[in-house]
Nanobody
Framework: EVQLQASGGGMVQAGGSLRLSCATS????????IGWFRQAPGKEREGISY????????YYADSVKGRFRMSTDKAKNTMYLQMDNLTPEDTAVYYC?????????????????WGQGTLVTVSS
């Protein structure tokens, strides 16, 4: 059974940093594409980073490029999202996701498995 569990959210001041973790089970990072998404109040779920298992490349949305970094630890079956230089516009519920395909996308409907979400609040 594929499972994901996100953690690490919290409240931080603008300019600060947080690292989100997503513990996974039931699949391999070598076989599934994985991604991080976020959803702010009243907005659609936004894809912010993903890793395609086919290429092992990491992709970032323009909104987070240069500030966020996605990584994985295969030994721990855990994926991470390091978030630096946070702004109030980054306030959202953050989700990790996975799909049984080699190619990831920024589209939430392309992912079949989701973590429960963790809230990040950035104050000005």
């Amino acid at each position: 059974e594929v499972q994901l569990q996100a953690s690490g959210g919290g409240m931080v001041q603008a300019g600060g940093s947080l690292r989100l973790s997503c513990a996974t089970s039931g699949f391999s990072f070598d076989d599934f594409a994985i991604g991080w998404f976020r959803q702010a109040p009243g907005k659609e779920r936004e894809g912010i980073s993903y890793i395609s298992s086919g290429t092992h490349r990491t992709y970032y949305a323009d909104s987070v490029k240069g500030r966020f970094r996605m990584s994985t630890d295969k030994a721990k079956n855990t994926m991470y999202l390091q978030m630096d230089n946070l702004t109030p516009e980054d306030t959202a519920v953050y989700y990790c996701a996975a799909t049984d395909t080699a190619w990831g996308t920024f589209m939430h409907y392309d992912y079949d498995y989701w973590g429960q979400g963790t809230l990040v609040t950035v104050s000005s």
